[in-house]
């Protein structure tokens, strides 16, 4: 069904690309200077169908009252990993990463907008549906905003998966990343964007999954960029003039129910990420509450070619019967320059993660390098990276080991 219905959503896309690629009166009538460059501008205000490489073919009504675009975003990765255990097979697979589509604009007023976005990628058919929400803008510094799309927790996360240096997110980030779910929160741009803030209300127990107790997750992020607004989005490919600072900090608190099914402690969802806790699960008594409480504090820097951006992110859960405790850590560094101004950039990485903190010898550590090509910015890129894993974390299963991947990055 999924299958189906990308198939038809690229048939679309493709009659709009042939709409928009046709050339309009505007444009003949200004090849032939009829017009001035003013009065094509005014004119293709209100063209009905347009396209933006990377954000997709937009399609706008007469009165200017609604207005949708439709864009999308295909990754095609080979992995080849190489394990230090002897008893391990080596890995080698090509991969359909990510496959999304993406519904955004705005309706009846530019101020409400909405997105929905879906990723055909993998097999959980609970995670098909990442974005569903609406915003509405009272005024830049004041937003409001309902439905699903990604907890405000890590500065990482929170770049999207197109814009990203590497091939995947740190392995720090990957631990604590919150996920998806759905709720409500507030947020807005003060000084034109020099300082950021989101605070949120969710369910609590991840992507599209409804809650079954009373319980609400919370979050809060600020961030501040004293010379001017920072956008989410890592390589400095617009070779910035003049250099960009953005600090942030964040919170996460939510309480899950300890379960025990298969033999084994896990909690009341499995779509909430938060793998720091999931894989030390059995610190728990098998029905008791948990409070999780997250912290991360961030830093991201970027000057001609020059790009650099470092986390920190601290867990602790508490058994709620039992004051047991889980205490987890762990941070990521790295940083990106253009060999080639705008298109081919060296980067590296370093991240460690420690996800309890009260066993001995428990602790991952990555070491990454990464090449990238950027034919057209993120929205036609190729790019490899190489990691070696050296993993001492209980239950590891022998996962230390070299890992190569090559990525081919589209976005229309």
Known sequence: ??????????????????????????????????????????AVKSKPVDYKPGKGFTLTTPDQQFQLTIGGQLDIRFTYINYVDSAKTDDSEFRIRNAKIWLVGYAFSKDLTYNIQTNFAGTDSTKFLENAYLNYKFVDEAQIRFGENKVEFSRQWLVLTTDLEFVEVSDATDTFRTGY?????????????????????????????????????????????????????????????KPLLSIGANYFFDTLKATYAAGTTTFETNNYNLKWLSSNASVFNRTEFVDINQYGIDAAFKWKGFFAQGEYFSGRAVGVDTDKTLKAYGFYAQAGYFIIPKHLEVAVRYSYVDPNRDKNNNVRTQIQGAISYYFYKHNLKLQGDFTNTDDKTVGSGGTSGNQFRLQAQLVF
């Open 1 to 42: 069904m999924k299958k189906i219905i990308f198939l038809a959503v690229l048939l679309g896309i493709m009659l709009l690309a042939q709409v928009a690629g046709a050339k309009s009166l505007e444009d003949i009538l200004k090849e032939k200077g009829v017009i001035t460059e003013e009065e094509y501008k005014e």
């Open 181 to 241: 779910d759905m709720g409500a929160g507030i947020g807005g741009k003060i000084k034109s964007g020099m300082l950021n803030y989101k605070f949120g209300a969710y369910g609590g127990t991840g992507q599209n999954i409804p809650r079954t107790t009373d319980k609400v997750a919370y979050v809060g992020r600020v961030t501040l960029n004293p010379f001017g607004d920072f956008p989410y989005s890592e390589a400095d490919l617009d070779d910035s003039p």
